[in-house]
C-alpha cells in the first residue's frame, strides 16, 4: 500500500535504468487514493526530439494529473522528497509505513 501523502515529490523511474522518466507531486489524498500533478518528463526517452507533434503530445498527456488507488496496481512509484519528515508528520509516517 502506498503511503504517499500531499505534497509529497514523487517520480515514475524507468524499469530497467536508474533515470526518472516523469516527476510531479502529490496535490491530493484521501484513505483510498492520491493524485499527482506531473510537472516534469524526459524529453529524450518521449520522442520530444522527432518533431513539434511530440511536443505537444507530450504535454498534454505526460504533464497532466493522475490519479492512483492506494492498493498496489502494477506501476512502480518512488518517493523522491517529502513533506512529512518533521514533527508528528514524520512520526506518523512512520508508523503508517510499519503497519502496511
Not at 22 to 31: A, C, F, M, Y
Not at 42 to 66: A, H, V, Y
Not at 75 to 83: A, G, R, T
Amino acid at each position: 500500500m502506498w503511503t504517499f501523502k500531499t505534497g509529497d515529490l514523487v517520480s515514475k523511474p524507468h524499469p530497467k535504468k536508474d533515470e526518472d522518466l516523469r516527476i510531479g507531486i502529490v496535490i491530493k489524498d484521501d484513505s483510498t487514493t492520491f493524485s499527482i500533478k506531473w510537472l516534469w518528463y524526459n524529453k529524450k526517452f518521449f520522442m520530444e526530439k522527432e518533431g513539434d507533434i511530440f511536443r505537444e503530445m507530450n504535454n498534454t498527456l505526460l504533464l497532466d494529473t493522475t490519479m492512483y488507488g492506494r492498493v498496489y496496481n502494477g506501476e512502480y512509484l518512488k518517493l523522491l522528497n517529502s513533506s512529512y519528515l518533521d514533527g508528528n508528520h514524520k512520526k506518523n509516517r512512520e508508523t503508517t509505513q510499519k503497519n502496511s
